[in-house]
């Protein structure tokens, strides 16, 4: 019984840890919000969850820069 307290008292020094360091954030980004990254220098910069980026930002711009290299084929399948 003494090992379960233990292991217990142990994940909650852990966890508190890991939130006053930054790297647990309970309070996860508007899902209606806009679907653009900031700009960082000129890059792309894509709101951080809790299980990676934020992948409707990923796919509108994987969508819009799909668009410009249509665009810059001249709208052409191949070669």
Do not use: C, H, N
């Not at 360091?21 to 809790?50: Q, T």
């Amino acid at each position: 019984m003494t090992i379960v307290f233990v292991v217990v008292g142990i994940a909650v020094v852990a966890a508190a840890a890991w939130f006053v360091v930054g790297k647990f954030d309970a309070s996860l980004p508007d899902a209606g919000s806009d679907l653009r990254p900031d700009e960082r220098a000129g890059d792309p910069a894509f709101d951080v969850v809790l299980r990676g980026y934020r992948m409707d930002e990923v796919d509108a711009t994987i969508a819009e820069l799909q668009s410009q290299i249509e665009t810059l084929k001249g709208g052409k399948g191949g070669r």
